[in-house]
């Protein structure tokens, strides 16, 4: 299997106030993802954290067209985070890409269709596997309901991923994990073994 030798980190949602709050950082810059956009870089891959469009009422298309600019290939680790993971799941079943290693941080497909218009309408590609060398999935059992469904439905399509379920982590906001660290992100990322 290629060792990675780029990554690109992909945020999830947030509410309109968050997003235009001077309080809070943009979502690319938010909990842990800095944090392990250095460790991937400290290991010499190097690491893009795009600010996806209007996160709070996000559109498929402009997403697709954000994460497009970048290249991406059989040596690229892929890294989405709630609602940015369901929508790598999406568009890697709509392309044809090989990549090195996809990682599913506490995935949302808004399960219920109650959230997000269109965004989430597709089919996961169910041979995903063939293209994409080594797919995590991680989840904490307290998280929310709909994200517990949308790993249930991940699972149910792609039963031989890797999946790491972790102890009252909720959503693994910065403010769960009680830090911007997320050692068991790293350890999956960069294959070390304390990743259970």
Same mark, same amino acid.
């Given at each position: ?67 497009? /600019?970048? #290249? ?12 940015? +993971?369901?929508?790598? =799941? @999406? ?73 790491? /379920?972790? #102890? ?12 911007? +660290?997320?050692?068991? =992100? @790293? ?10």
């Amino acid at each position: 299997m290629a060792k990675p030798t780029n990554a690109i980190i992909v945020h999830g949602t947030c509410e309109q106030s968050e997003y235009f709050s001077p309080d809070h950082p943009a979502l690319s810059n938010s909990h842990w993802l800095p944090w392990i956009q250095k460790q991937l870089l400290i290991k010499g891959i190097a690491t893009q954290t795009p600010e996806m469009p209007k996160a709070y009422d996000p559109v498929y298309t402009v997403w697709k067209r954000e994460l497009e /600019r970048f #290249d991406i290939s059989a040596t690229t680790l892929l890294i989405g985070y709630s609602c940015g +993971a369901g929508f790598l =799941l @999406r568009w890697l079943s709509e392309n044809s890409v090989r990549i090195a290693k996809l990682i599913l941080v506490a995935p949302w497909l808004d399960p219920d269709k109650t959230h997000i218009r269109g965004f989430f309408e597709f089919e996961i590609d169910a041979r995903l596997d063939a293209r994409v060398n080594d797919i995590h999935l991680l989840v904490s059992n307290d998280d929310h309901p709909s994200i517990l469904k949308s790993v249930g439905q991940i699972i149910d399509t792609l039963p031989g991923i890797g999946v790491h /379920r972790l #102890d009252r982590l909720g959503h693994f906001t910065s403010k769960d994990l009680g830090s911007t +660290a997320f050692p068991q =992100l @790293r350890a999956i990322a960069l294959d070390e073994t304390e990743a259970e």
